[in-house]
């Protein structure tokens, strides 16, 4: 089954913000498989973006890798109806003081969607680095105990909307980059370890949800052959 | 919004407002910026953008007081009266369920940055923005996804994603969910 790898907006800004989209290309030209966005994420890293001086650059670099083929633009015909039906099983999950909270937005959702519409034919795997949409599907519960202590109120879950988000498979920038220099595709002036240690500290810092403890887990496996 | 949520609301942001006031005239930065962290758990339940407007106004103000050269420029007797008296006139307007005019009242908060020239409009202007991009990044720690919070505060994903990337919010114990192990293994397997 070929593979495709739906990209979310924050795992392409962390790359950007760093200057590593260019491993992009090269993974893409390693494997057989396509990189995806959806015309939701399209207009939340190029679109609006090129309209604001601090990140024009960024959009820029990131629509050239969409002419190049680099990334591509998926559009089935129900995603826009599937996209809805995602915001609205997302944002009915948690409830607190009578209201249900919003969580997640139309491109965090349009990815959720291209997956579930593209799972017959690809093998998908998304890539988030943004942490709520990863915790709502791969531990809900603990979004719910996060919304808890941090709104200092009870908050309730419809574990059955939790169903649609299960059995998603999701990596970060951190896993590509991870990827892409264990392939060779990242040559720096250090051990395995040191290198990890710059690449994934870059990506946390440009947003990507990574903890402290993952990135010292990261470095201790460098050396691993996978 | 609830009934009973809307009049617990409205009585919180009442109190802010007449808080942040006092506040202002005391100097009082520590009890500004409480009463700016105070209205984002309402915004990341509610989500209405008059949480949203207050919290940011009050971060802000916050800031600008935390400097110590504020009053040597020329407009700042200017700025701050027009904002103490909007300020005043929003908690009164909002008890009275003139909600048009407290809205109208903080919108006027805002508009007077606009009046601003030079140096302090440029540093005025900056501060917002950056207590825009500070209170988006309170709210996706709370649990609200980037794109929803930047959709709600008015803000590029590029912007939070650097800001919120310097805090600690990765390192909370919940947001364990996959080990790293695995997530590596599914990554190497996948681009084999």
Redesign the interface.
């Known amino acids: 089954m070929k593979?495709a790898?739906i990209f979310d907006?924050?795992t392409i800004?962390?790359l950007?913000?760093n200057n590593m989209l260019n491993v992009l290309q090269q993974?893409k030209e390693?494997?057989d498989?396509n990189f995806l966005i959806t015309p939701s994420v399209k207009k939340?890293?190029i679109d609006?973006?090129l309209n604001?001086k601090?990140?024009e650059l960024?959009a820029l670099q990131i629509s050239s890798l969409l002419q190049k083929g680099i990334i591509e633009l998926s559009a089935p015909e129900d995603l826009e109806k599937e996209t809805d039906n995602v915001m609205r099983i997302g944002n009915s999950a948690f409830e607190?003081?009578?209201?249900q909270?919003?969580?997640?937005?139309?491109?965090?959702s349009s990815c959720f969607a291209l997956a579930k519409l593209l799972s017959k034919d690809y093998e998908i795997?998304l890539a988030i680095?943004?942490?709520?949409?990863?915790?709502l599907s791969?531990?809900p519960d603990?979004?719910r105990?996060?919304?808890e202590?941090?709104?200092?109120?009870e908050v309730s879950a419809d574990g059955s909307k939790f169903n649609y988000f299960e059995d998603f498979?999701?990596?970060?920038s951190?896993?590509?980059l991870?990827?892409a220099y264990?392939?060779g595709f990242i040559e720096l002036p250090a051990n395995p370890e040191t290198v990890i240690d710059a690449l994934l500290f870059a990506s946390?810092?440009?947003?990507?949800?990574?903890?402290?403890?993952?990135i010292e887990?990261?470095k201790q496996?460098s050396g691993k052959s996978? | 919004?609830?009934i009973?949520?809307q009049v617990h609301e409205k009585d919180n942001l009442v109190y802010i407002l007449e808080n942040a006031k006092k506040a202002i005239d005391e100097k009082d930065i520590v009890t500004l910026k409480d009463l700016s962290n105070r209205t984002v758990?309402s915004a990341?339940?509610?989500?209405d953008t008059d949480n949203i407007t207050i919290a940011v106004i009050v971060y802000a103000l916050y800031k600008v007081l935390a400097r110590p050269d504020y009053e040597k420029y020329a407009e700042w007797p200017l700025f701050i009266e027009t904002v103490n008296s909007n300020l005043s006139n929003a908690a009164t307007n909002l008890k009275k369920g003139k909600t048009s005019e407290f809205r109208n009242n903080l919108r006027a908060i805002r508009e007077v940055v606009e009046k601003l020239s030079g140096h302090f409009k440029s540093y005025i202007e900056e501060v917002f923005r950056t207590s825009l991009i500070s209170k988006a990044s309170r709210i996706?720690?709370?649990?609200?996804?980037?794109?929803?919070t930047?959709?709600l505060l008015g803000i590029?994903?590029?912007?939070?994603?650097?800001y919120?990337?310097?805090t600690g919010?990765?390192?909370?114990d919940?947001?364990?969910?996959?080990?790293?192990?695995k997530?590596?293994?599914?990554?190497?397997?996948?681009?084999?």
């Open positions: 593979k790898l907006s924050s800004i962390t950007a913000l993974l390693s494997f498989g939340e890293i609006n973006p604001q601090r990140f960024e607190a003081n009578n209201e909270i919003k969580i997640i937005h139309e491109g965090e795997f680095d943004e942490r709520t949409a990863r915790m791969e531990k603990n979004l105990k996060l919304f202590k941090k709104l200092h109120t498979k999701i990596i970060r951190a896993e590509i991870f990827s264990k392939r946390k810092f440009s947003g990507c949800s990574i903890s402290y403890d993952e887990r990261a496996l996978f | 919004m609830a009973s949520a758990h990341s339940v509610y989500q996706y720690e709370h649990g609200v996804s980037m794109g929803q930047a959709s590029t994903l590029f912007e939070l994603a650097e919120s990337g310097k919010i990765s390192d909370v919940l947001s364990s969910t996959v080990t790293i192990d997530r590596l293994k599914m990554a190497m397997e996948f681009f084999r």
